[in-house]
């Protein structure tokens, strides 16, 4: 089936750097979809990409939009409060989002 | 701010038993899901409602089963659990057809002894 492969699996990062996560798909994929879970184990939507790039404050994200076969997410000036497990999802045309194992990131001062 | 609520947060019980988890969104979406997250993390696919169309992902064991009594509620129910079955249920629902962009509630997080 679709897989989902997400690097690194896991980030510790200064306050005030910036970093980058990344997904690739074996297959050919129509959208992704970024979360943040936190440690209470809230998902939380951060992007929809059908193509392009998207940003919101300190986060930008991007998807392939030529083979459609990866896609990034970047922080800038990472707060103490970007700490959590990044998920990146993506639609296969198969039933339901295929998921990564997640980025666990760690800011720390 | 949360719109897809879930009900309980936690759940404890024991093999065989039979136990029902609610779902309700707010957001007027047409689409609802059941994501099952393993002690790994891993979060897979379990059903997707849409329209009163059902897909339902081909590993899941016969013993769960969604109910939809209108679009704004998606419940899950266990008829018999089992040790295996010991995970966080996560509800989400997306605008229109699936695989929109998804919003989740705050999971069920199940123990089974």
């Known amino acids: 089936g679709d897989q989902v492969e997400q690097s690194p699996s896991a980030l510790s990062l200064h306050e005030g750097t910036d970093s980058a996560l990344r997904c690739n798909f074996t297959t050919t994929m129509r959208s992704v979809q970024w979360f943040r879970q936190n440690s209470r184990g809230s998902l939380i939507s951060l992007f929809y990409?059908?193509?392009?790039t998207k940003e919101n404050g300190r986060l930008k994200s991007a998807f392939d939009s030529k083979e459609r076969r990866y896609s990034t997410l970047h922080i800038r000036d990472a707060q103490l409060e970007d700490s959590g497990t990044y998920f990146c999802a993506a639609d296969g045309y198969a039933q339901g989002l295929t998921f990564g194992l997640g980025t666990r990131v760690s800011v720390f001062p | 701010e949360t719109a897809v609520f879930q009900t309980p947060n936690y759940h404890v019980t024991q093999v065989g038993n039979e136990v029902s988890f609610n779902c309700k969104q707010t957001l007027g979406h047409d689409t609802m899901y059941w994501y099952k997250q393993d002690s790994k993390k891993l979060l897979k696919i379990m059903f997707s409602?849409?329209?009163?169309?059902?897909?339902v992902n081909e590993t899941v064991p016969r013993r769960f089963s969604p109910q939809s009594s209108d679009k704004a509620h998606l419940n899950l129910r266990i008829k018999s659990v089992e040790p295996e079955d010991s995970a966080v249920y996560l509800c989400a629902s997306s605008l229109g057809t699936y695989n929109e962009r998804l919003f989740f509630g705050h999971g069920t997080k199940l123990s089974v002894l």
């Open positions: 409602y849409n329209n009163k169309q059902l897909i």
């Open positions: 990409l059908a193509s392009g």
